[in-house]
């Protein structure tokens, strides 16, 4: 009896130790933080739709227009507010890193780069592809539809876009009597150094329309001064309040050529007379909408005016002549006393 009764006993011991083990907490595993799917960029409130939709209205009845592609250098102090901050600091990035975040969250859509952009749905960019042709460190989620793209912000290239391609209409909306500029299109440039031949080389990425970007570049607030610090204006007051500055390569013509192949890329200065003969002439477009007053006759009326006013100035009260008093011949003269 007595090795049963220990058979049973060490039986009863091994099953209560396996349901023991059997009860502990599955172990779990750390995801790196590349891992982790997070949405970086809010969605946007009903409020912010409504707003951009106001701001992105086209204009009515369009009687005069003009389309100019402008190249922005960040390098230069008055487009570093859209450089600044190289790196994501706290909760400040710059334009390329927001560009990136809502591309890879599938909130804006990208189209392949061509001198005259093709915003069609047949000409949408895969990220994945540029990512991986520029060297650009990134992982994927998902597929086909679900597919996510993840990118760590210090992958960004942020420091690496030092220029923009903007597309801008300059027209005249004759419903509303307004010239007014827009921006429509946006494409970053990516410098990158060539270790083959050496030095850098510019590769423009993708267009992506200015009014898909609007809602999120109007929450975005910037530096603009290195004399004020405050965050004052967001990158869409930036654009809006044209408080860039950008050269002219081209303009929308018949014979789609840019302004150096117009002049000639040697040409430097026949090639700044180009641009800025164009600038002038939107100038001048805006002056002879309005009527101007005659200057002959404006010269006229302030002479006339001139010389009412001195008439009207009142004249001096002329003092009465003090009338000198003769001298009588009957006036008591000074005796002289007879010396004795």
């Given at each position: 009896m007595r090795p049963f009764f220990y058979s049973c006993l060490i039986l009863g011991f091994l099953m209560i130790a396996q349901e023991g083990f059997s009860q502990q907490p599955p172990t779990r595993t750390r995801q790196r933080p590349s891992e982790v799917q997070v949405d970086k960029t809010p969605a946007l409130t009903d409020r912010a739709k409504i707003k951009n939709t106001e701001n992105s209205k086209e204009?009515?009845?369009?009687?005069?227009?003009?389309?100019?592609?402008?190249?922005?250098?960040?390098?230069?102090?008055?487009?570093?507010?859209?450089?600044?901050?190289?790196?994501?600091?706290?909760?400040?990035?710059?334009?390329?890193t927001l560009i990136f975040k809502l591309i890879a969250d599938n909130k804006v859509t990208a189209y392949k780069y061509y001198e005259n952009e093709r915003l069609?749905?047949?000409?949408?960019?895969?990220?994945?592809?540029?990512?991986?042709?520029?060297?650009?460190?990134?992982?994927?989620?998902?597929?086909?539809?679900?597919?996510?793209i993840i990118i760590e912000e210090t992958d960004i290239p942020s420091s690496e876009v030092l220029q923009y391609m903007i597309k801008e209409a300059w027209y005249f909306d004759e419903a509303t009597g307004s010239f007014k500029s827009q921006i429509k299109a946006i494409c970053p440039i990516l410098v990158q150094e060539d270790?083959?031949?050496?030095?850098?080389?510019?590769?423009?990425?993708?267009?992506?329309?200015?009014?898909?970007?609007?809602p999120y570049l109007s929450r975005e607030m910037i530096m603009t001064s290195?004399?004020?610090?405050?965050?004052?204006?967001?990158?869409?007051?930036?654009?809006?309040?044209?408080?860039?500055?950008?050269?002219?390569?081209?303009?929308?013509n018949m014979r789609n050529l840019t302004l150096s192949q117009q002049v000639g890329s040697d040409n430097l200065e026949a090639l700044k007379h180009a641009q800025d003969s164009i600038e002038s002439q939107l100038k001048d477009f805006e002056k002879q909408l309005w009527v101007q007053e005659d200057?002959?006759?404006?010269?006229?009326?302030?002479?006339?005016?001139?010389?009412?006013?001195?008439?009207?100035?009142?004249?001096?009260?002329?003092?009465?002549?003090?009338?000198?008093?003769?001298?009588?011949?009957?006036?008591?003269?000074?005796?002289?006393?007879?010396?004795?």
């Open positions: 204009p009515v009845r369009v009687v005069w227009l003009r389309e100019i592609y402008r190249n922005i250098d960040l390098t230069k102090e008055n487009n570093a507010a859209l450089l600044y901050p190289p790196q994501p600091l706290g909760n400040r990035q710059n334009l390329c069609v749905d047949s000409e949408i960019i895969d990220f994945e592809e540029i990512l991986t042709a520029r060297g650009i460190i990134h992982t994927s989620q998902g597929a086909g539809e679900n597919k996510k270790f083959d031949i050496g030095g850098f080389r510019s590769y423009a990425l993708f267009w992506i329309p200015y009014e898909n970007l609007r290195d004399y004020n610090n405050a965050l004052s204006y967001t990158i869409d007051d930036y654009f809006t309040k044209r408080m860039f500055s950008g050269d002219i390569v081209k303009t929308v200057t002959t006759v404006v010269a006229t009326a302030k002479q006339s005016q001139k010389t009412s006013s001195k008439s009207e100035k009142p004249k001096k009260e002329e003092k009465p002549k003090e009338s000198k008093v003769e001298k009588s011949s009957a006036a008591p003269t000074k005796s002289v006393r007879r010396t004795r």
